[in-house]
């Protein structure tokens, strides 16, 4: 792996204004800096396509992009299997579809072009770093990291934000909206609300120096 940064971006959902100002703002590298993305990259926010669009250009740019699931991914997913037609509509997701349906340039073209519902397939529950793990929602106190279950990955708040139980590295999460970042002993949290009028934040490290853009 390059020597370069480690850049941790938090949750996105539809803001592609505001990543695309963070990644500038940042100066990533695509020859030397890590690039990993938390999760919740679509719903409520109204450029959901967009932002899926510029991250696979930023993957297609450079092997040292890495892209977690989280809720809002895999409710996306449960909802074009059939499994669960309800929770993405109750969630943000018309927003989603939406977004989708104005970039439709043929009636009979798919609404989701193939190369996203690859994406979305291809995204990782976990990355775990020298000192670090990094998942989309936190882990299940008490459970060994290799035996948690992908709903408490994607879906877990309370229970582990409010436990100080130490599972060997600094876990870094998302999911649950924060006015500024949380940073604990075992834990930092970096999802700090873009979508709500907040800020869209990313964690450098090994420095755990925070970048963020607010909307316009």
Known sequence: MPAGRTLIVGDIHGCLDMLKRLVDKIGWDPGDDRLIFIGDYIDRGENSRGVIDFIIELKRASQLVQCLIGNHEQMLLDYLSGYDLNSFIMNGGLTTLQSYKQAQRKAEDPLIP?????????????????????????????????????????????????????????????????????VLENKIGIDTGAVYGNRLTCLEIPERRFHSVTPK
């Open 114 to 182: 193939a190369s996203h519902i690859d994406y979305f397939s291809s995204l990782v529950t976990m990355v775990e770093l020298d000192e670090y793990y990094v998942v989309h929602a936190g882990f299940r106190p008490g459970r060994p990291v290799e035996e948690q279950d992908i709903f408490d990955m994607v879906w877990i708040r309370d229970e582990f934000i409010y436990s100080g139980y130490d599972f060997g590295k600094t876990v870094i999460f998302g999911h649950t909206p924060l006015y500024a970042p949380m």
